[in-house]
């Protein structure tokens, strides 16, 4: 069974930075495609970042782009998410994702919570 837990969500404010981590258990995660997504309230689910298993095939989406940086740790099996120059509309409940290689994204954390003051 794929678990994955995401942490170091919080308060920050605005211009500051914060790191999410997202360990991943279950499985062997090799061919597997790393993810993370937001939703903000009364907002649709809008993708953030995602990389491959083997750490590379970075790609962003259009509002962080610049700003926020996804890694990986494969001997830890973690996902991190930094975010820097946090804005106001990036509050958001982010979430930890994973899919198979051509797959959906099928694997989802329980999500934490960011929330940037201005």
């Known amino acids: ?3 994955l837990v995401e942490s170091g969500g919080g308060l920050v404010q ?3 930075s914060l790191r999410l981590s997202c360990a991943a258990s279950g499985r062997t995660f090799n061919s597997y495609v790393m993810g993370w997504f937001r939703r903000a309230p009364g907002k ?27 890694s990986m740790d494969n001997a830890k ?18 979430y930890c994702a994973a899919r198979f290689v ?15 003051s201005s």
Do not use: C, H
């Not at 991190?80 to 409940?93: F, R």
């Not at 954390?109 to 940037?116: H, I, M, N």
């Open 44 to 70: 649709e689910r809008e993708f953030v970042a995602a990389i491959n298993w083997s750490g590379s095939g970075e790609r962003y989406g259009d509002s962080v782009q610049g700003r926020f940086t996804i």
């Open 77 to 94: 099996n973690m996902v991190y998410l930094q975010m820097n120059s946090l804005k106001p509309e990036d509050t958001a409940v982010y």
């Open 14 to 16: 605005a211009g500051g």
């Open 102 to 116: 051509l797959q959906d994204f099928r694997y989802w954390g329980q999500g934490t919570q960011v929330t940037v």
């Open 1 to 3: 069974q794929v678990q």
